[in-house]
């Protein structure tokens, strides 16, 4: 082997290595410490067929959880169904059909779990979508399921979170919610929270979700005040998923190198979402924004109580709750 290839081998072998323990010491975060177990007690998980929510959902059956996976494709639902059982060696596993982008089908999962289940503990608000288009209502994509589609969802289920308390909502939202913006006066005419398709628009649209969603739990958390139901809103880090399947080819081949490095699994990107499920004696943070499993301040956007209750009456409209 020449010398040029030996030199070639050391540096490509050191970034790998300096990369690895990089990525342990620093990337991976801090893991949910929680040793809960969960029999008897009824999960709902958005978006659970790949991403962090599979991840999310086969730790909580693992711990004995009865799990639906809330869904909007049958076919990709029920391959996920398989796996989680597989992995969580649990047979307490439901594929449930939810597409957050319709109101519609919001209303009838709800109706379905409401006649064929008998609890709900836990709540996890984990679907999100990164691209721009409309909902079959009219709503602005990211708008509609990011934040409408579990809104309504949240809504439609809170009576029977009563009943089972202390139970929890947990909402994932992002740390991109720092530059989100609430736009109520093009909410009101487009039913949108901005408008244009350019890459940079995306990620504001996609930011604004994520703000609506740190605030509604914000808001949730005021009206749950006396029940034993707590709320918490979280970035789950940055996490190599499928979130960007809908990106340019460009960016993504970009994002490749940077991802496998510098990027959570998506088992490592759950572990704030179960520590916000889990962790005992939260109570007290209800309404809280988490972080590599730990409760962050935020800016004071984000806990502005006047946006939060206007948003709170914007969403009862936009999703035909009143
Ligand atoms: N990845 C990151 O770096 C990152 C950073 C901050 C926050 N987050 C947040 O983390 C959450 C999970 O994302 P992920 O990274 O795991 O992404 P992912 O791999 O793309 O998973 C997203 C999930 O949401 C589902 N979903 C999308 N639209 C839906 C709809 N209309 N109805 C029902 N489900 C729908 C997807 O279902 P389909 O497979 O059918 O599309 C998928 O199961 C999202 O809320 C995201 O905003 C992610
Ligand atoms: C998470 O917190 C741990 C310990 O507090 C720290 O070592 C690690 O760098 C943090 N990771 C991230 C991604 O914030
Ligand atoms: C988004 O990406 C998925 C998976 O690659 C693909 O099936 C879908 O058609 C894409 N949607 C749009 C509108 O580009």
Redesign the pocket.
């Given at each position: 082997m020449s010398d040029m290839m030996s030199y070639f081998l050391l540096i490509v072998g050191c970034v790998i290595g300096i990369g690895y323990i990089f990525h342990n010491l620093v990337v991976k975060g801090n893991r949910c410490t929680s040793t809960a177990k969960l029999h008897g007690k009824t999960v709902i998980v958005?978006?659970?067929?790949?991403?962090?929510?599979?991840k999310t959902a086969i730790n909580l059956a693992t711990r004995g959880a009865r799990v639906i996976l809330?869904?909007?494709?049958q076919q990709?639902g029920e391959i996920a169904l398989a796996e989680v059982m597989e992995e969580s060696r649990s047979k307490e596993v439901v594929f449930m059909q939810?597409?957050?982008?319709?109101l519609k089908s919001v209303r009838t999962f709800a109706e379905n779990f409401l006649k064929t289940e008998d609890r709900l503990d836990l709540l996890i608000n984990?679907?999100?979508?990164?691209l721009q288009g409309k909902?079959e209502d009219g709503l602005g994509m990211m708008f509609g399921?990011?934040h409408i589609?579990h809104f309504l969802l949240t809504n439609l289920l809170l009576e029977r979170l009563k009943t089972c308390g202390p139970s929890r909502v947990v909402t994932?939202?992002?740390?991109?919610h720092n530059f989100g913006k609430i736009d109520f006066k093009c909410l009101n005419t487009h039913k949108a929270l901005g408008t244009g398709t350019s890459f940079w628009q995306t990620m504001q649209i996609?930011s604004d979700s994520?703000l609506c969603?740190v605030l509604f739990t914000h808001e949730l958390a005021k009206r749950l005040q006396g029940t034993k139901v707590t709320c918490y809103s979280l970035?789950?880090?940055?996490?190599?998923?499928?979130?960007?399947?809908n990106s340019s080819n460009v960016l993504k081949a970009l994002l490749k190198p940077i991802t496998a490095f510098f990027?959570k699994n998506?088992e490592q990107?759950a572990q704030t979402t179960l520590h916000c499920a889990l962790q005992d004696g939260i109570e007290g943070l209800s309404g809280r924004y988490f972080s590599n499993c730990t409760v962050r301040d935020l800016y004071p956007k984000a806990k502005d109580d006047v946006a939060a209750k206007k948003l709170w009456e914007l969403s009862e409209r936009h999703s035909g709750l009143v």
């Open positions: 958005t978006g659970s067929n790949t991403g962090i929510g599979k809330a869904c909007r494709s990709r939810l597409d957050l982008g319709s984990n679907a999100g979508i990164l909902t399921v990011n589609g994932v939202s992002s740390v991109g996609y994520k969603n970035h789950p880090g940055a996490i190599n998923s499928e979130l960007s399947r990027f998506t990107g």
